[in-house]
């Protein structure tokens, strides 16, 4: 008897069974869909480490071996790292593989795709004997991915970036593989090495890499597509730059198991901490829905990111168009992807929260609703844009801003939102290290476009043009200049010369330290004199820390004294500054250029053996802000005070209208300006100054740089620098030496925190006394407060073209003076009594103007006594 066949709903019920168990295997990992995890230079089979396992690149086990060396290089080992830093992986750098010469890692995927490629340097191998540490190129599958990379000895937070410690590097990138094989090449310099700690190369899901992204600047937002694939000049990729988790701290790589992506916390980038609150809801957060705009998944960004936001505050932003922004520093050459995330956490309607988002002061997005692109309350999500700003060589600054949208019945916007976000930077050209036409510096490419004949010879004439120009500037320097200065000094130069017979090192014998100057010029054309390191260290009892009077973003500054006897201050470069070459050069081009009363004189300069030092003539009173606050020094009288603001003023007045395109400082601050024993005012720090606007354009494209507090904010939004940033950079001044604070002081209550709107608020209201330097005990005059705060709230208007020229500036504070000088007079001349000092009287301003022209043609000699060109403007009415 035939059995029966089984109902048709049972065989259904099994097919179904079937299907399923086999969806579910396929999609459990296997072997080779695990990130592959290199432990390098050791022999180790299964070192746990973050609670993964990586595997020795001298092992390897039978028939698990997914990848091969193309040379064995050499194994450097180190003691186990105990820097807590390191943290999990530590065990991972006590070794790593070194290459003399040229070799490849050559990686077997299990799939095509998009994966994570990290790279792991410890700065602990960086000055390996044998020059381990070395400069080197990395390329992966033909991208290259570091030029001439070189681990810093010292990783401080501006070059380590995501993933990266205090004695860590992690270089990150995704990758698109389009076969299963990844070749890593690592291509020493001659004569170097290269070395590289761990690897790990993670296979990513679709859903968390780009696809259509916004265009930043584009009219209507535009989208388009975005593809890993590259540029059509080579093979692409792109480089995470930054990964930050706003306002909730950091998130470790074990706090987002499935591809270890580690959240650095936003303090360090935002650039005003009270622009915006910290906000927090750990409860039902979810994923938007993959047809809602931007739907994540764990791939995307773990549900910790989005638990926290940073919500707008109304108040202390530098523009209420921008309320909150974060700043970072970025490669220029590169258009970056920009990755913000989102998940709304305090309301439950659309509507309630819209908001613009600006990137490279650009607009990127408006009438930003998060709750109506998620599709309801905590539900996270992303957003992709894509700007070209920073592709400038100049521009190394990206700026994130979010500002308040006005409501059409024009009552208060709603606040912004932000959870966190990425940036990348985009390969161009197949090059990830840097701009591939940029040449020379660590980091620098060296990869030259042809040039056809045309090019050729169009070189060849503007080379023959320099060369001209440059032979001609010798001739001045060396032969017309020295010979000029003979003439007119041969009988003092030939006394000097048998009083000073040519120069020998000085050695430390005597109590206080020398300095001997060693008589040539430098070989740019550069005035002052060119010091030997010997005679600087000579100068300085070999840099002796008892002799630091000073220390700032360069370095170190010591107190010297030349042969004669005369004081100098030695201001040495510090490798791990926040400046470098750029900011020495300028310096010296700057102050050879340079010569007036109210500014500091360079006397010489030292950049041998790798140094940067410049010597300057010594500032006995140090610096105005430390007659301010902050030290026991006695406080300053109102007429000093008057007086070194005239000095400063005079001297940025000489900037701006010395030369054809005139100079912007860009670092107008207190500390900028020093004194001397006379309490004479001398404007300093030139390292960041740029050349004024040409005489067709009104202002000078380039990327924001000064220092917080002092930022006019129309060149910090629009990155358009005009001497008018001077001009409001001064007005923060004249209100610190009014007040005697310090311009953001965090520990006060919040409506004191910023010194400019604290102060405008009480001088709006006729409460000048409330805010005046308590230590003045009353010796000033009113009438000359008044005047000085009303040209100091002028400075600080919003629009550069409200406010006064410095001109102008000095020509008010000159009557201040007037003013307190005409009420110290009348309170011991009895028919002066009653009597004030009005600006609006004719002769008394005809006098003010004629004096500062006497003054400023006074200022304005140069070494030889010639005059130098200045223009005196006459004021516009305040």
């Known amino acids: 008897m035939r ?23 396929a999609a459990q990992p296997t072997q080779h869909q695990q990130p592959l995890l290199i432990n390098c230079g050791s022999d180790s089979s299964a070192l746990v480490v973050d609670g993964r396992t990586w595997v020795g690149d001298s092992s390897h086990p039978s028939g698990a071996a997914r990848f091969t060396l193309t040379s064995p290089g050499a194994v450097a080992a180190a003691p186990k790292p105990t820097s807590p830093e390191e943290g999990a992986y530590a065990a991972l750098y006590a070794t790593a593989r070194v290459f003399n010469a040229s070799a490849s890692y050559r990686l077997t995927v299990a799939a095509a795709g998009s994966h994570f490629l990290r790279l792991h340097f410890s700065q602990r191998f960086a000055d390996l004997s044998g020059g381990g540490g070395g400069v080197f190129d990395v390329t992966a ?3 290259r991915l570091l030029s001439r990379f070189s681990v810093p000895a010292e990783v401080s937070w ?44 993670v296979p990513v899901t679709a859903s968390s890499v780009f696809g259509s992204v916004n265009k930043v600047g584009g009219v209507g937002g535009v989208k388009g597509p975005f593809s890993l694939g590259g540029d059509g000049g080579g093979a692409g990729g792109v480089e995470t730059m930054y990964r930050v988790c706003v306002g909730g701290g950091k998130i470790e790589g074990k706090e987002d198991p499935m591809l270890w992506r580690r959240w650095d916390a936003d303090d360090r980038y935002i650039f005003a901490a009270t622009a915006a609150h910290s906000i927090r809801n750990t409860s039902a957060i979810s994923y938007a829905s993959p047809a809602a705009a931007g739907g994540d998944d ?4 773990p549900l910790r990111l989005y638990e926290t936001a940073r919500v707008t505050e109304e108040t202390f932003v530098v523009d209420k168009k921008f309320n909150v922004s974060w700043r970072f520093g970025v490669d220029p050459g590169f258009d970056y992807l920009v990755r913000l995330h989102f998940c709304e956490l305090e309301y439950g309607q659309p509507e309630q929260r819209k908001f613009k988002i600006y990137i490279n002061g650009k607009t990127a997005a408006e009438n930003y609703d998060v709750f109506a692109r998620a599709g309801g309350k905590n539900k996270a999500f992303h957003e992709d844009f894509l700007d070209d700003a920073a592709a400038s060589p100049e521009t190394d600054t990206l700026w994130v801003q979010l500002g308040s949208e006005a409501s059409a019945t024009g009552t208060a916007a709603s606040d912004a939102l932000l959870n966190g976000m990425e940036i990348f930077k985009v390969s161009r050209n197949g090059n990830l290290g840097h701009p591939a036409l940029r040449i020379g510096g660590v980091g620098g490419g060296v990869v030259k476009p042809k040039r056809s004949p045309k090019w050729v010879l169009i070189g060849a004439v503007a080379g023959l043009v320099i060369f001209v120009s440059v032979a001609g500037a010798v001739y001045l320097c060396v032969v017309h200049l020295p010979r000029r200065r003979r003439n007119n000094t041969s009988s003092s130069a030939n006394n000097k010369t048998k009083d000073n017979p040519p120069m020998a090192l000085v050695t430390n014998t005597r109590s206080s330290p020398t300095l001997r100057a060693a008589g040539t010029f430098g070989g740019s054309c550069r ?42 201050a030695i201001k040495r470069g510090h490798a791990q500054s926040q400046q470098g070459a750029k900011e020495f050069e300028t310096e010296i081009e700057m102050l050879s250029r340079l010569r007036h009363r109210h500014l500091v004189s360079l006397i010489g300069y030292c950049d041998e053996q790798n ?26 009288t109102w007429k000093q005070r008057l007086e070194i603001c005239i000095g400063a003023a005079r001297g940025l007045h000489y900037l701006h209208t010395g030369l054809e395109r005139g100079i912007i400082h860009r670092d107008v601050k207190t500390t900028n300006i020093l004194l001397d024993d006379n309490f004479v005012a001398k404007m300093a720090d030139f390292g960041i100054s740029k050349d004024g606007p040409p005489l067709d354009h009104t202002h000078v494209s380039t990327a924001v740089k000064g220092s917080f507090g002092y930022l006019d904010p129309e060149y910090f939004m629009r ?35 910023n010194l400019p709107e604290w102060a405008l608020k009480w001088k709006r209201q006729s409460l000048l006394e409330a805010i005046v330097d308590p230590r003045l005990d009353g010796n000033y005059t009113l009438d000359s407060v008044r005047q000085f705060s009303e040209i100091a709230e002028k400075c600080l208007a919003d629009e550069g073209r409200s406010r006064p020229s410095m001109g102008e500036v000095l020509w008010h504070l000159e009557g201040a003076l007037q003013l307190h000088q005409a009420h110290l007079q ?31 043609r006074a200022d304005c000699q140069n070494t030889d006594g010639e005059a130098v060109g200045i223009k005196i403007e006459v004021p516009r009415a305040v």
């Open 298 to 301: 764990p791939a995307s960004a």
């Open 611 to 636: 140094e940067m030092i410049l010597v300057y003539e010594h500032m006995a009173n140090g610096t105005l802000r430390s007659h301010l606050y902050g030290s026991d020094l006695p406080a300053l």
């Open 826 to 856: 009348s309170a011991v001349t009895d028919d002066l009594s009653g009597r004030q000092l009005k600006l609006s009287d004719a002769s008394t301003s005809m006098r003010c103007i004629e004096e500062v022209e006497e003054s400023a």
């Open 527 to 568: 005035m002052g004199r060119q010091f030997s390191v010997a005679e600087i260290k000579a100068a300085t009892m070999n840099f002796d820390e008892s002799l630091v009077i000073g220390v700032g973003g360069f370095g170190k500054v010591y107190k010297g004294e030349t042969e004669n006897g005369t004081p100098v």
């Open 3 to 25: 059995p029966s066949s089984p109902p048709p709903h049972l065989l259904l019920l099994i097919l179904v069974v079937v299907v399923v168990l086999d969806t579910a295997r």
């Open 719 to 753: 990155q358009q620098l005009t001497q008018s940033s001077d001009v409001y950079s001064f007005g923060v001044v004249l209100l610190e030496v009014l007040c005697a604070r310090p311009v953001i002081n965090p520990t006060l209550p919040r409506d004191q925190i």
């Open 158 to 201: 501006t070059n380590a970036r995501t993933n990266s410690t205090a004695s860590v590097v992690v270089k990150e990138y995704l990758l698109n593989l389009t076969s299963k094989l990844l070749e890593l090449e690592l291509a020493p310099d001659a004569g170097a090495s290269a070395f590289v700690n761990a690897l790990e190369l």
């Open 141 to 143: 599958n033909g991208l």
